[in-house]
Protein backbone atom coordinates (compact mmCIF):
# COMPACT_ATOMS: atom_id res chain seq x y z
CA UNK A 1 0.00 0.00 0.00
CA UNK A 2 1.02 3.62 -0.91
CA UNK A 3 0.16 6.85 -0.43
CA UNK A 4 1.11 9.66 -3.18
CA UNK A 5 0.41 13.22 -2.36
CA UNK A 6 0.41 16.21 -5.00
CA UNK A 7 -0.41 19.68 -5.24
CA UNK A 8 2.20 21.50 -3.17
CA UNK A 9 3.48 24.55 -4.09
CA UNK A 10 4.44 28.30 -3.52
CA UNK A 11 1.75 30.81 -3.44
CA UNK A 12 1.01 34.34 -2.21
CA UNK A 13 -1.14 35.23 0.50
CA UNK A 14 -4.76 34.94 0.74
CA UNK A 15 -4.41 32.63 -2.66
CA UNK A 16 -5.50 28.73 -2.74
CA UNK A 17 -3.88 25.45 -3.30
CA UNK A 18 -5.18 21.79 -3.64
CA UNK A 19 -3.69 18.79 -2.73
CA UNK A 20 -4.15 15.32 -3.33
CA UNK A 21 -3.02 12.16 -1.97
CA UNK A 22 -4.32 8.50 -4.03
CA UNK A 23 -3.91 4.94 -2.16
CA UNK A 24 -2.99 2.64 -4.76
CA UNK A 25 -1.98 -1.04 -3.75
CA UNK A 26 -3.52 -4.08 -2.28
CA UNK A 27 -6.58 -2.28 -0.27
CA UNK A 28 -9.33 -3.80 1.41
CA UNK A 29 -10.61 -1.11 3.03
CA UNK A 30 -10.13 2.56 4.52
CA UNK A 31 -11.23 3.34 7.73
CA UNK A 32 -9.98 6.91 7.38
CA UNK A 33 -8.05 8.99 5.65
CA UNK A 34 -6.79 12.98 6.91
CA UNK A 35 -3.80 15.97 6.49
CA UNK A 36 -0.87 16.43 8.64
CA UNK A 37 1.11 19.13 8.36
CA UNK A 38 4.88 20.21 9.85
CA UNK A 39 6.31 23.50 10.36
CA UNK A 40 9.38 24.30 11.08
CA UNK A 41 10.60 24.25 14.63
CA UNK A 42 6.74 22.51 15.36
CA UNK A 43 5.18 19.02 15.92
CA UNK A 44 3.40 17.27 13.06
CA UNK A 45 -0.19 18.47 13.70
CA UNK A 46 -3.44 17.34 12.18
CA UNK A 47 -4.82 19.48 9.46
CA UNK A 48 -7.89 17.65 8.65
CA UNK A 49 -9.20 14.24 8.92
CA UNK A 50 -12.27 12.62 7.39
CA UNK A 51 -13.30 8.84 8.39
CA UNK A 52 -15.47 6.33 6.46
CA UNK A 53 -18.28 7.40 6.94
CA UNK A 54 -17.80 10.93 5.74
CA UNK A 55 -17.43 12.74 8.66
CA UNK A 56 -14.81 15.53 9.21
CA UNK A 57 -12.84 17.20 11.35
CA UNK A 58 -10.72 20.15 11.34
CA UNK A 59 -7.87 21.94 13.45
CA UNK A 60 -9.24 25.14 14.89
CA UNK A 61 -7.06 27.27 12.93
CA UNK A 62 -7.84 25.25 9.38
CA UNK A 63 -11.91 25.86 10.06
CA UNK A 64 -13.71 27.81 7.62
CA UNK A 65 -10.41 28.10 4.96
CA UNK A 66 -9.30 24.15 4.40
CA UNK A 67 -12.15 21.86 3.14
CA UNK A 68 -11.08 18.05 3.30
CA UNK A 69 -13.03 15.88 0.65
CA UNK A 70 -13.26 12.12 -0.36
CA UNK A 71 -13.38 10.46 -3.61
CA UNK A 72 -14.18 6.52 -2.37
CA UNK A 73 -14.01 5.26 -5.74
CA UNK A 74 -10.55 6.44 -6.52
CA UNK A 75 -9.21 6.28 -3.23
CA UNK A 76 -8.37 9.62 -2.85
CA UNK A 77 -8.32 12.50 -0.62
CA UNK A 78 -8.17 16.22 -1.05
CA UNK A 79 -7.33 19.09 0.71
CA UNK A 80 -8.78 22.30 -0.89
CA UNK A 81 -6.65 25.25 0.89
CA UNK A 82 -8.22 29.01 0.99
CA UNK A 83 -7.17 32.19 2.01
CA UNK A 84 -4.00 30.79 2.70
CA UNK A 85 -1.54 32.39 5.42
CA UNK A 86 2.30 32.77 5.86
CA UNK A 87 1.92 30.43 8.97
CA UNK A 88 0.55 28.28 6.62
CA UNK A 89 3.70 27.62 5.47
CA UNK A 90 5.06 23.52 5.62
CA UNK A 91 5.07 20.41 4.99
CA UNK A 92 1.76 18.53 4.47
CA UNK A 93 1.86 15.06 4.78
CA UNK A 94 -0.94 12.57 3.94
CA UNK A 95 -2.37 10.01 6.17
CA UNK A 96 -4.75 6.74 6.10
CA UNK A 97 -5.93 4.12 8.42
CA UNK A 98 -6.02 1.03 5.70
CA UNK A 99 -6.22 -2.54 5.88
CA UNK A 100 -4.54 -4.27 3.27
CA UNK A 101 -5.56 -7.38 1.84
CA UNK A 102 -2.75 -9.08 3.34
CA UNK A 103 -3.47 -8.43 7.16
CA UNK A 104 -6.73 -9.03 9.43
CA UNK A 105 -6.40 -5.19 11.03
CA UNK A 106 -5.81 -2.19 9.68
CA UNK A 107 -2.62 0.20 9.38
CA UNK A 108 -1.66 3.30 9.80
CA UNK A 109 0.03 4.74 6.28
CA UNK A 110 1.84 8.16 5.60
CA UNK A 111 2.62 9.48 2.22
CA UNK A 112 5.49 11.29 1.27
CA UNK A 113 5.39 15.18 2.20
CA UNK A 114 4.24 17.79 0.43
CA UNK A 115 5.70 21.34 0.76
CA UNK A 116 3.12 24.40 0.74
CA UNK A 117 4.91 28.22 0.87
CA UNK A 118 2.61 30.72 1.12
CA UNK A 119 5.04 33.85 0.77
CA UNK A 120 4.46 37.22 -1.27
Known amino acids: VQLQASGGGSVQPGGSLRLSCAAS????????MAWYRQIPGKQRELVAA???????NYADSMKGRFTISRDYAKKTVYLQMNSLKPEDTGVYYC???????????????WGQGTLVTVSS
Open 95 to 109: YGRIRPVSRWRSVDY
Open 50 to 56: TTDDGST
Open 25 to 32: GSISSIDS
